[in-house]
């Protein structure tokens, strides 16, 4: 009986001592990014009106896809008639289909969208995730997949 209490205490201590530890990190934290503020990730200006990583500035000039793209792959396209854009099929999803259902991007892999994704990959920065998660929210939220 003695043992099964000890056992119960080691893992509610642990389960606070873990819980405390996050706290004083993401305390700590918020004071670094309150006293030493991290520039923009891609024009490396202040952060005003941004996100995390980026300024209000260079969110808005990542560009999103617009409605025209593959319905398989994604990839936009450069659609100018006025068929059914629908279930349009790019010329490499018609000669050999993907093996996936669908494929679906946030935006074009250039400027600031590629800084921020090479910041994750390759900078080891995993906190870059929170700007591109937000960032898929206002995309996807209102988009028909």
Known sequence: MISMRKAINLKISHKLGSQSQFLKEKLYSKALDFFFPQPCAYCEAKRIAGGP????????AIEFISSSYCYLCGIPANLSYEDSKEKFLCGS????PPVFDKARSLGIHQ????KLIHELKYGMRPGVMKEIES???IYFSNRRL
């Open 53 to 60: 990583y980026l300024c209000g500035m260079c969110q808005d």
């Open 93 to 96: 999803c018609r000669t050999k």
């Open 111 to 114: 400027g600031v969208l590629r």
């Open 135 to 137: 960032l898929l929210e």
